[in-house]
């Protein structure tokens, strides 16, 4: 039973650039949230996707934005990059309403 | 304030130590408490949830107190393999969790 997966595991891009990250639910988790981790911080909430719409939103400006797929994988889109972005990107996936989260082992996204 | 505030750390103790880390949330409408370990440059993981009337798991206590917006774990017996970053973490309405920045622990021999 495969867990949460993304990719890239890692990612470098130059500042102003465009980024786009992808995220794998667990079987059987419908539901895919998007976490922010800097370095010496603890994740910090993006956004959260549920039948095909963004549920609920952190405080994250709207160059952050995603997308949900039928078969309820996810991607995040983060748009006009600053260095600032460089962080841990991590998915989580649980089932539906509840709790039981569990994490992608996340992508490490360098903005030089 | 900070949605979730942990104790700063970083805590350094010999194994076999008793280490307690605290927690306090600021929105009252909080509705699931969780304790996530996570080891250097890995994802979080599940430690253990907390209840109102306190839940132990081994060598691990957590405990809750809603009136005070306040929540603990308890390590007793600490071993090498403790050492991580431990997080507090707080659900509002079952749709996200707010995590805590975090307490690193260090045991040393």
């Known amino acids: 039973d495969a867990g949460v997966t993304q990719s890239p595991t890692h990612l470098i891009k130059t500042r102003g650039q465009q980024v786009t990250l992808r995220c794998s639910p667990k079987?059987?988790?419908?539901?895919v949230s998007w976490y922010q981790q800097a370095l010496g911080q603890g994740p910090q909430f993006i956004f959260q996707?549920?039948?095909?719409?963004?549920?609920q939103r952190g405080n994250f400006p709207d160059r952050f934005s995603g997308h949900q797929f039928p078969n309820y994988s996810s991607e995040l889109n983060v748009n006009a990059l600053l260095l600032g972005d460089s962080a841990l990107y991590l998915c989580a996936s649980s089932p539906g309403q509840g709790w039981g989260y569990t994490f992608g082992s996340g992508t490490r996204l360098t903005v030089v | 304030r900070k949605e979730v505030e942990q104790d700063p750390g970083p805590f350094n103790v010999p194994e076999g130590a008793t280490v307690a880390f605290n927690c306090t949330y600021s929105?009252?409408?909080?509705?699931?408490f969780f304790w996530y370990r996570q080891d250097c440059r890995k994802e979080p993981k599940l430690l253990m949830s907390?209840?109102?009337s306190g839940n132990e798991d081994g060598r691990f206590t957590a405990q809750l107190n809603r009136a005070s917006q306040y929540i603990s774990l308890l390590i007793r017996d600490s071993k090498l393999s403790d050492s991580a970053t431990y997080l507090c973490?707080?659900?509002?309405?079952?749709?996200?969790?707010?995590f805590g920045a975090g307490t690193r622990l260090t045991v040393k021999p």
């Open positions: 996707y549920y039948e095909e719409e963004e549920r």
């Open positions: 907390v209840y109102s």
């Open positions: 929105n009252s409408a909080s509705q699931s």
């Open positions: 079987s059987g988790h419908d539901t």
């Open positions: 973490v707080v659900t509002i309405d079952n749709n996200d969790m707010r």
